[in-house]
């Protein structure tokens, strides 16, 4: 099942970035899963979740503890925030992202 896992994970930290929630979907689902499918690759098939396999339920709470809103696409982007490593551009009208980047990064005494 990793191998499946894996690509599916790996093609989302890369590519669905600058996507919004429904593109994002539409990607993974429609296209990355069903071409694995097809490709008869291993992996969890109906129960594969990307907020499941690139996170923890411990550490979505305390993402929301440190004021990530807890819906889809906020934990995806915090996934792609955390986990990626390229810099995050955070288009951020509501000042959500800055609040919580500023509240996860104040713990670390070189940040000011």
Known sequence: MLIGDCLLSSSFLC?????????????VQEHWKSDILAKEIPNSKENLSIENLLSSPVEISQWSSEGLPLDELSIQNGILTTKSSRWPLCIDPQLQALEWIKNREIKDPGFK
């Open 15 to 27: 590519y669905v970035g600058p996507f919004n929630f429904d593109f994002r979907q539409r990607m």
